[in-house]
């Protein structure tokens, strides 16, 4: 079945479990509460609204569906549990249809009745027209492009982002990562990987095309992983960023000039203007090898956040026995079953 419909099937299986006897939330424990520390500022917010006023004040955007909450709820979990002002943190969640989204807001609110927190539907129409395959069909569905849209998803309130995949574990205060500076001109940040082949990422008709191929001229482009991106977003909706991005993904339902799903159309327009973030915020790549299933080792270097991107996810390794040494490290986050206890 592919990804998209496998997805959809769980989230209709979900809602109906959820309808009878309410199995989808109470398969997951609830999370313990988290503290803010004497140190912390206090953050303000309007009645009704997550337009959080304050410094430190920190806001995370997530994408949210049935197939990846188990590894939702470890992501949220890792980010209070490590974090010095866990109250001042505001959760962001885009979710496919407004269906889903209720069904998701429910599950969230069973497992951390104290989170602020809002769910926000995304038309998949808005993306899947302009969606091409890729040479992994889970990189297709119509979800992985909310990132595109974030600007105008989320209330005009909100300024600065931390943007996190599914499938990361913090080690580190959160509030690091969110203070990272953007300088003039800088519309996100991210860790570069300038060791990476950038070129594979297009094809040969790109290259080939000057008017394509000079779109890096005077830019140092490198390859940066958009699972976890700091992102102002009052300066993407003055560059009218989403209707770049949306332009690239036209042209290239025309004219084949890339591979991999949602990732070159951000490189297509950031990549060398971006602000540099420590490597140590994206040990990615631990979903193994995606043809072989390898295991795979971190990066040299220290660690402040843990990122399962490519085929296997921990969650699923764990439940058929085949679990990565480094899945040891996801399991203590684990909301769904755990033999681990994690203390407040």
Known sequence: MPSCLWTTFIVVLMMMMMATANVAVDGFREAPKFYNSPTCAAVDSPTGTLCFDGQDAIHVAMTLDAAYLRGSMAAILSILRHSSCPENIVFHFVASSAASASALRRAITAAFPYLEFEVYPFDDAAAAGRISTSIRAALDCPLNYARNYLAYLLPPCVGKIVYLDSDVILVDDIAELAATPLPDGAVLAAPEYCNANFTSYFTPTFWSNPSLSLTFANRKACYFNTGVMVIDLRRWRAGDCTTKIVEWMELQKRMRIYELGSLPPFLLVFAGNIAPVDHRWNQHGLGGDNFRGLCRDLHPG???????????????????????????????????????????
Request: hydrophobic share 40%; charged share 20%.
């Open 302 to 344: 220290p660690v402040s956040l843990l990122h399962w991107s490519g085929k296997g996810k921990p969650w699923a390794r764990i439940d058929a026995n085949r679990a990565c040494p480094l899945d040891a490290l996801w399991a203590p986050y684990d909301l769904l079953q755990t033999p681990y206890v994690i203390e407040s």
